[in-house]
């Protein structure tokens, strides 16, 4: 069988993701965005139709994948149309949202005898180009089965967690430590360029002992460059730690070290700077970068 695949949200994630599973060999039934154009251009680009509306993508989709930014957006398509004639059809959610809003859109496909799956990824654009995201799936394993031949073509690690809503925890959690992670390289390396040391040399040092990190790898030379070029934003960054925090609450812990990453990357916004890439934390712990952000 060779499903018809529909996307809704063709960002660059999502665009991505449409262009390796075409050059796969699936078939690409539909593409929605909320900005038109985004949609056009891929339709083009993938010979498929650019839906105008989300009912549209359902009526010409087997599989619909969805990529979307938050809770919001998220809720806002599974009551706009995208569940009109859902009967039969499986809905991949890969957004990064709260663990409730996935239980949430799975009881919403079942009451339209649809199903759905959460496939959170722990990568970036250039892994959704080339088939190697990291996929963590929560929802029904008869449903994570169905689906496994479209995911593995999206992914080089697939790991099924559990129960809708899981995997948007440990992705939650995955985050909250990257975010944590990518704060704490800025402020080493802020206070090794205020002391003056080479931080070349120091990136080096770093990497070799207990300091070493992936951050580390993907974030350092970017931080002591100032190279933010957009992977996974610092806006992006504050949402994603604080879906982290929102879980602690309800568990009644105190998470120091996340809230106050969160303040980092919430200042960032406030500042003008939440389109950057999460390396741009950094220009708040450099000496003579962004007075207005440290104030």
Known sequence: ??????????????ANMARRLKECGFTIAAVYDSHAPSAETL???LGCVAATD????????????????????????FTSGLLTRAKGKIFINCATVSPAIHVWVEKKCESKSASSLEACMASSIPQA???????????????????KPILEKLSSSLRYIGAAGQAAQVKA????????????LAEGLGLGNALGLDLT??????????????????????????????????????????????LAKEQKLNLPCATATKKQYDRMVIAGLGALDKSGVAELTFKNRQ?????
């Open 1 to 14: 069988m060779n499903p018809r695949i529909g996307f809704v949200g063709v960002g660059r994630m999502g």
């Open 43 to 45: 339709a083009t680009e």
């Open 54 to 77: 989300l009912k549209t993508v359902t009526a010409l989709s087997d599989v619909i994948i969805t990529v979307v930014t938050d809770d919001q957006a998220m809720k806002k398509i």
């Open 129 to 147: 180009r080339q088939g190697s995201l990291y996929l963590m799936c929560g929802g029904k394993a008869e449903v994570f089965e169905r689906v």
């Open 173 to 184: 959690l995955v985050n909250m430590v990257m975010n944590a992670n990518t704060t704490a």
């Open 201 to 246: 040399m120091l990136r080096e040092v770093f990497s070799q002992t207990g300091a070493n990190s992936n951050v580390l790898r993907t974030d350092g030379e970017d931080m002591q460059n100032r190279d933010h070029a957009c992977f996974f934003s610092a806006a992006h960054a504050a949402k994603d730690s604080g879906i982290a925090l929102k």
């Open 291 to 295: 007075p207005n952000a440290t104030s």
